[in-house]
């Protein structure tokens, strides 16, 4: 389960990071199932997400594009790859 702040920027900051990434197209399924609102909600995920989510956000932060995110976008994708680590460990 993935706690999130902000799932509107959460969506759009994922849609960006698919565009900047190849390989990642099977996330956009899980993408596409988070809530258009500014509310604070959680997400029932598989372990496999989270691990997928996790990794395309490794990646991305590599690109170009991660550079040039806005900040609210790079703090959403930061608090949800900590929650993934602190699962992980």
């Not at 902000?6 to 197209?25: N, Q, R, T, V, W």
């Amino acid at each position: 389960m993935l706690y999130v702040s902000d799932p509107l920027c959460f969506k759009e900051s994922m849609l960006i990071s698919l565009e900047a990434l190849s390989g990642y197209g099977f996330l956009r399924g899980f993408i596409e199932s988070i809530p258009s609102t500014n509310t604070k909600v959680s997400i029932e995920t598989t372990k496999e997400i989270e691990d997928q989510v996790k990794s395309c956000i490794k990646e991305f932060k590599g690109t170009k594009t991660y550079f040039w995110l806005r900040e609210d976008f790079k703090n959403i994708l930061y608090d949800i790859e900590i929650q993934a680590m602190d699962k992980i460990s």
